[in-house]
């Protein structure tokens, strides 16, 4: 089932989310500052191309930088892109046959919000990372 989900999810979304993203983590790559978000970016993205079976989960080992660098994340792009998942998400639960894409837009909102300090692994193992 989660492949069938994850095979429609990119069809219908989940490329253009992955090109966003894509597009975002090389334009922040440019500077020395930047290349931390845009890794972030490019692990968002690649989130966002396949998210069902995957879930986020923090990094204990993540410090004061990953805490600095969210609040950053958060005020310059972070807010824009839990609104942009949130407007899509609801967009998607208006049909019955939309409710599993739009919750995982909304599954999306915490890590597209304070990208830096998780990590993505597989739902049959989200305590293997801990």
């Not at 989310?17 to 334009?27: D, E, K, M």
């Not at 824009?80 to 208006?94: D, E, F, N």
């Not at 304070?114 to 193992?125: K, S, W």
Request: with cysteine; glycine share 10%; proline share 6%.
């Amino acid at each position: 089932m989660k492949t069938l989900l994850n095979l429609i999810w990119l069809v219908l979304s989940g490329f253009w989310l992955f090109l966003g993203y894509l597009a975002a983590g090389v334009l922040l790559c440019v500077t020395v500052i930047g290349i931390p978000f845009g890794i972030a970016a490019f692990r968002i993205g690649v989130y966002a191309l396949w998210p069902f079976g995957r879930t986020t989960v923090e990094r204990r080992d993540a410090g004061a930088p990953s805490c600095v660098g969210n609040v950053l994340w958060l005020v310059l792009a972070g807010w824009w892109l839990v609104l942009a998942h949130i407007t899509t998400g609801i967009a998607l639960c208006v049909t019955i046959v939309g409710i599993p894409f739009g919750i995982a837009n909304f599954k999306l909102i915490p890590v597209s919000l304070f990208p830096l300090g998780r990590e993505i692994v597989p739902t049959d193992q989200p305590f293997a990372a801990r």
